[in-house]
């Protein structure tokens, strides 16, 4: 059983969750100051997020039974967050925030679309 697909999409995981530790990190660890406004919980959410995203990647590349759940459950919670920046922090939300949200929504989604293409590829093998 070729599982390329998988740990294509765990390798992604992992580097966006690590992206998102980092800038997560920045802020909070770091007290690193910002050209911009930063809405209070969302450098908190990313670092969070970005920790799920690293647990996440493991358990993509192990090919647990969880798989699907866990990438549809943390791209749906990166869509709900940048539908709350659009819509509630429209006005003070820095681009560079969207411009983040984007990426890991794209990423998340890229991820999900591997993963449902091996487990495809996994049932469509003869045991």
Known sequence: MNNKLRKTAAVIAFIIGAMAIFAGGQVIVHGKIMDYYVIDWLPIYNFIVGIISIFAAVIIWKGGKIVMPV????????????????????????????????????????????????AQRDKSVPT
């Open 71 to 118: 990438a549809i459950a943390i791209l749906a919670s990166n869509v709900t967050v940048m539908l709350v920046l659009l819509t509630a922090y429209r006005d003070v939300v820095a681009q560079d925030s969207i411009m983040a949200m984007t990426v890991r929504i794209a990423a998340w989604t890229i991820i999900l679309v591997l993963i449902i293409i091996q």
